[in-house]
């Protein structure tokens, strides 16, 4: 990408097929057969770090494959940013290191710009919507284009017309008087998280646009980017809120509450902990310590003995966080809910990056049967990235992107 600010994001060229599906599901996505849940269900990478061109094709359960270098981190990030962009997010925040995401060879243009383009294509009641950005990661941070479109017809089109100015222009579909709507909008938020503050909602024009810009933003939102440490889940925590932390350092403190407020899935967990973990299981929780100024968790192991979570490998704990965040939910994630959204309108996406590691044999596999089970109820996803997915093999519903080094 040379000149990332001349123009608004252009969709792809095409590329390569990157997913290879384990099961074959109805894949229709069009006006006959929507499911019912917004879910995102491609990822456009046009441009990003070691990315061009590339889409992820992703399921209830999609696995992203490959060896170390290939990208599988790389994706996951670029699916975690655009879910807090999704959520309102500043830019700066989102992209601390934005030179990182440029691909490597990218030249600058004459005024020594250089960005990168992602994107995603949500699904839901009002069919594929594809969200498209352009990012100026050089000399300043600032998103220069973007496009929110379905059906071939264009809802949103911004793009950086003076580039003195931190704005860019924006025109929306209002196929009301006039064609569409034009007024400046930031450069350094999502333009369509701000439409339902700046659409009247007044013509069919706009209330396509408003519809289309709620399914992409509740898709994207309700992300949860996991990756358990071993090394911070042995030691006791402080009592707290009970919302699980990405690492799960406080995973003591969530078994407090959840033990108590949902026995049926914690007995689940249990049964998976059994699988999962050497010796007997009777039960897992948290106790006091230290007075009650701190909790840690243990295995009871039905003979009166317990074993604290500082003696279990770091197998075991990446199985046992893991297992707890597919058997919870928003409301015990570390999570950005719509709130506005009921609950039974939500799906929860959870970005496991290293799902496999540390991990032997019979764990994978457990751990692999019950995702499938929960995703399969239609209110959590899992996009995990493995070093190798052969143990996958006839998993139902699963899909698997394998990643080369080219």
């Not at 704005?167 to 999502?190: E, F």
Request: aromatic share 2%.
């Amino acid at each position: 990408m040379t000149s990332p600010s001349a123009a608004p994001p252009r969709p792809a060229a095409p590329p390569r097929p990157v997913a290879e599906p384990l099961t074959h599901a109805p894949t229709d996505t069009g006006r006959a057969r929507r499911p019912g849940l917004p879910r995102v269900t491609e990822l456009l990478l046009s441009a990003f770090a070691g990315h061009r061109g590339t889409t992820f094709r992703l399921g209830e359960l999609t696995l992203l494959a490959g060896p170390s270098g290939t990208g599988k981190t790389t994706a996951l990030r670029a699916y975690e940013a655009l879910a807090r962009l999704g959520g309102g997010a500043e830019l700066g925040e989102v992209f601390p290191d934005p030179s990182a995401c440029v691909p490597e060879r990218a030249r600058p243009d004459a005024q020594r710009r250089r960005g990168f383009r992602i994107g995603c294509t949500a699904d839901g009641p009002e069919g594929p919507v594809r969200l498209e950005i352009a990012v100026q990661a050089e000399p300043e941070l600032r998103i220069v284009g973007e496009r929110l479109s379905a059906d071939g017809l264009v809802l949103l089109e911004t793009a950086l017309r003076d580039p003195s100015r931190r704005a860019v222009q924006a025109a929306w579909h209002t196929a009301g008087a006039t064609a569409v709507t034009r007024a400046p909008l930031p450069d350094d938020r999502l333009g369509t998280a701000l439409l339902p503050l700046r659409v009247a909602g007044t013509t069919a024009g706009q209330l396509r646009v408003l519809a289309a810009a709620e399914q992409m933003l509740v898709a994207l939102r309700s992300v949860f980017p996991c990756d358990p440490r071993p090394e911070r889940m042995r030691e006791p925590v402080p009592a707290g809120g009970g919302r699980l932390l990405p690492g799960c350092e406080n995973l003591a403190d969530v078994l407090w509450r959840t033990r108590a407020e949902c026995t049926r899935r914690h007995a689940l967990l249990v049964d998976a902990m059994r699988v999962g973990c050497a010796g007997p299981v009777a039960d897992l929780l948290a106790e006091p310590f230290a007075g009650g100024r701190l909790v840690r968790a243990v295995l009871d192991r039905g003979d009166g003995a317990r074993t604290t979570l500082r003696r279990l490998g770091d197998g075991e704990l990446r199985y046992t966080a893991l297992a707890l965040v597919l058997l919870t939910g928003p409301g015990v994630l570390e999570a950005d809910v719509p709130g506005e959204v009921p609950a039974a309108l939500q799906c929860l996406t959870v970005l496991a990056d290293g799902l496999d590691r540390a991990l032997d044999p019979a764990q994978r596999a457990a751990l692999l049967a019950l995702a499938a089970r929960m995703c399969e109820r239609g209110h959590i996803r899992l996009v995990g990235a493995v070093s190798d997915a052969t143990w996958a093999a006839g998993v139902p519903g699963a899909t698997v992107v394998h990643l080369r080094r080219d």
